[in-house]
Each structure stands twice: as structure tokens, then as C-alpha cells.
């Protein structure tokens, strides 16, 4: 197969495929061979249709699929070999002449490729990019003891009810009719939990101000909860339908009241925290924390240095020129369904992301950055341990961490942010260390106005 690439301004490539005879009728006579044996058609037995009547049913469709088949084969081998940066798929070219595939060969077949725009970029000791320490200061770690504290609360039963608290309440709800009596066949709900605290209106919430046990207080849950029929639903113990209609006034005898009471800073907690016997005093305690916290917050300030890498970069490089015409064609045939006006709001966008993509590619390349298997593996555990985390699990062992990874690995969907969370993670470890940081200390609320802006 005769092949022929042009590019003169070096972005926009037009490739040129001339396809011979030899090119696809070995493969052509060797699939129609196979449909043969294969055929079922009345009034032959299976392996005995003739070859002309195989031919002529699906002799044009073989010969179309074997020869796309070798063009994309043969592009990309061409591509390969010579070192073309392409970018997405090749698109038929727009004076592509009609084909008669139905005639003799030879054929010829033009596409359209975008060729990624020529550039260097190079870093090392003598770019200077910012770096941020966030301090760990007693504000985070005093924060983080009454979220472990809170974590690992009870509820003890009181006499009377403190909206400050936190207090629960539990009792019988029953509802009125327009008499203020007790409706017959109406809605009782017995031991209903309620937390005042969360009501919306505040004239409403008053009326369980100074609550105690036996109290009946007179309320109505359409103007406690406005526009929330689910919390009506809820708390009445119907369903959502059927609450959209309720407006009537209940009644709510008090026969409990639970308040919420944080666990002590004592062995116990660090136990829950951080297993048994690992941490034996509330130094140690707020010394582990305040590890955990400036692991953490080391990754908020590994992902900034990589945004800050990427803007001194993208400055570095300055605009450069891409092949447009081709590559909104490949966006609209990657979004077939979302048309130009699509492509069009977004192309600026997609340019900067491809752009990023391009510089990251080559200092990846240029600091020898690899993703084995282990690395994947290891990406998942961090998405994991961050999920765990969420819900207050630090402690989580090992192996079940592992195990939970190695589920979140088998979808396919995943392998890949798990492969773009390990080459970044490599690329900041290889960038903090190749290029002159410019540490600077900054706290955990300017950071996140930093972010922010």
C-alpha cells in the first residue's frame, strides 16, 4: 500500500492511501471462504454453497470491511514509524473523492490529521515555582479532637429540653381537627423522634422551648417544615403523597428526652481512633492528629504546586497554534448528538486542557515517569483510605483496604483516573525535586481563599 503525507504548516496533515489489489484479495478470498463453510442457505448443504453466490451476497461488504481494516492498520503504522504527535482519529478528507469500491483498483483514500503543534518545554533547577506549607495549627487539631469526640457520642436521657444541646426528643403525636380536639380515624404516631433544633420556622421551634418530660406541646408540621413534604412524611411515618395534604395542628406528648453528650478525651477515644494501645495520652493523641492532618493537608499543597506547574508552564509555552478546522470536526464526531453550537462553546476550553496535556506528556517523558501495576494499586488504596476517611475511619487495617482497592480496580471505568492519580502523584514527587521551590507559609483558611480566587 503506497502511502503519502503532507503537512505544510505542520499542524494540519493530509494523508494519502492508495490501495492495490494485492493489498486486501488474499484476505478478501480467505474471509469468503469462511462465510462459506459457514452459509445456511436453502437449498444447499452447509459448505456447498457456490462460491459465485457467496460472492455476490457479501463479496462488496468483505471487500469494505478488509480494506478499512488495512487503512486504519496501515495509518497507524505510518503514523508510529514516523514519529507523527496525532491528535484524535483521522477524518476523511473534505475533498475526498467518491470511491467506487465496486470497480477496479486501484482505490484511493485521503484523511484529514490533526498533528500536535511543535514545542519544548524543559524544567529544572532554575524555574522557581511557588510551594505552600499549610500550618497545622491548635485550631485544626482542637477541631479535629471535637469531631473524633463527636464521633464517638452518646445520647443521656434528661428531664428537660436545651435547644442548645442538641437535645432529641421522643413522644406521641396525635392530630387535631378544626376544634383543636383529637381527630377520630386522624394520624397517631407513637414514640415519634423529633429535634426541634431543625425546625424551619422559628415560631414553630419556640414552642418547644422549656419542653420536659409530660409536657403537650401544639404544633403543626406544615408550617414547622414548609415545602418539605419528605420531612413531614417522615416524621408523621406516611407517605409522601399523602403527606402533601396534611395541614392540621398535632399534638406531641413528650415521653423521652435524649442528650447528645461527646465521648470524654480519654483512652477510650484514642483506642476508637487509633486501635488499642497505640496512642496513650492526649499528647500523643493530638501528635497523631496532627500527623494525619499535615499528610492531608501535603496533598492540598501537591495539588496546587502541580496547578502552579501547569500555569508557569502554559505561560512558558505561549499560545500555540493548532490544527482548529480539524480538530472541531473530531469534537463533533466525538458529540454527534450535542451538534456545533456544542463545539463551539467549548473548543477554547478542550484547546486549554489539550494544551496541559501535551506539556504534562513531555515531562513525564522527560522524568522517565512509569505506572506499574503496584502504582495503580496504591492510587486505589488512596481513593479508598479518602473515601474511608470521610466517614471517619482512619484506622482502617491493611488488608481490608487492599481488598476494597482491588474491588474498586475491577471496574474499567476506574482503571484509568487510578492511572492519571499515579503519573500526577510521580510527576509532583519528580517536579519537587527538579525544579527551585519557593516555600512559603500560609494557613488552612488563607489557602482556601488562595484556591478559591
Request: charged share 35%; proline share 3%; with cysteine.
Amino acid at each position: 500500500m503506497k502511502i503519502q503525507f503532507e503537512s505544510a504548516d505542520k499542524v494540519n496533515g493530509l494523508m494519502t492511501l492508495t490501495v492495490e489489489e494485492a493489498d486486501y484479495k488474499e484476505n478478501v478470498e480467505k474471509t469468503l471462504k469462511d462465510y462459506r463453510k459457514k452459509a445456511n442457505i436453502p437449498g444447499f448443504r452447509p459448505g456447498m454453497v457456490p462460491m459465485g453466490l457467496i460472492k455476490r451476497q457479501f463479496g462488496t461488504s468483505v471487500k469494505v470491511d478488509v480494506i478499512n481494516k488495512a487503512l486504519g492498520e496501515q495509518i497507524y503504522k505510518y503514523v508510529r514509524e514516523n514519529n507523527i504527535q496525532m491528535l484524535g482519529e483521522p477524518l476523511p478528507a473534505e475533498n475526498q473523492e467518491p470511491v467506487d469500491i465496486e470497480g477496479e483498483a486501484p482505490y484511493v483514500f485521503k484523511f484529514d490529521v490533526a498533528v500536535a503543534p511543535e514545542f519544548k518545554i524543559e524544567l529544572n533547577g532554575k524555574n522557581k515555582i511557588d510551594y505552600y506549607n499549610i500550618e497545622v495549627d491548635d485550631k485544626l487539631i482542637d477541631n479535629q479532637v471535637d469531631m473524633f469526640a463527636s464521633r464517638s457520642g452518646h445520647y443521656d436521657k434528661v428531664e428537660e429540653y436545651d435547644a442548645e444541646k442538641r437535645d432529641m426528643l421522643k413522644g406521641d403525636l396525635k392530630e387535631l381537627d378544626a376544634d383543636g380536639n383529637v381527630k377520630e380515624d386522624g394520624i397517631m404516631v407513637e414514640t415519634a423522634l423529633l429535634m426541634p433544633q431543625y425546625i424551619k420556622e422559628e415560631d414553630q421551634k419556640k414552642l418547644f422551648d422549656n419542653a420536659k418530660l409530660g409536657s403537650v406541646i401544639t404544633f403543626n408540621p406544615r408550617k414547622a417544615y414548609p415545602d418539605n413534604d419528605s420531612e413531614i412524611a417522615s416524621l408523621l411515618k406516611i407517605d409522601r403523597e399523602k403527606a402533601k395534604d396534611v395541614t392540621s395542628d398535632f399534638t406531641y406528648l413528650v415521653t423521652e428526652i435524649q442528650r447528645f453528650v461527646k465521648a470524654e478525651v480519654n483512652q477510650e477515644l484514642f483506642d476508637q481512633v487509633y486501635g488499642e494501645g497505640n496512642v496513650k495520652s492526649e499528647e500523643e493523641f493530638r501528635g497523631k492528629i496532627a500527623e494525619g492532618i499535615k499528610a492531608q493537608l501535603a496533598l492540598d499543597s501537591d495539588y496546587r504546586f502541580l496547578l502552579d506547574v501547569r500555569k508557569y508552564c502554559e505561560q512558558k509555552v505561549g499560545n500555540l497554534t493548532f490544527p482548529d478546522a480539524i480538530l472541531k470536526r473530531v469534537m463533533l464526531n466525538n458529540n454527534k448528538d450535542k451538534g456545533m453550537e456544542f463545539v463551539e462553546k467549548n473548543y477554547e476550553q478542550s484547546i486549554k486542557e489539550l494544551t496541559w496535556h501535551l506539556i504534562k506528556e513531555q515531562l513525564v517523558a522527560a522524568y522517565n515517569i512509569k505506572v506499574e501495576e503496584n502504582d495503580i494499586l496504591e492510587a486505589a488504596k488512596g481513593a479508598a483510605r479518602a473515601q474511608f476517611a470521610q466517614y471517619g475511619m482512619s484506622n482502617v487495617p491493611e488488608e481490608y483496604l487492599e481488598n476494597y482497592a482491588k474491588e474498586m480496580m475491577k471496574k474499567e471505568e476506574n482503571i484509568q483516573g487510578f492511572v492519571d492519580r499515579s503519573i500526577d502523584q510521580k510527576l509532583i514527587v519528580a517536579l519537587k525535586n527538579g525544579v527551585k521551590l519557593n516555600e512559603k507559609s500560609i494557613s488552612l483558611d488563607d489557602f482556601n481563599k488562595l484556591m478559591e480566587a
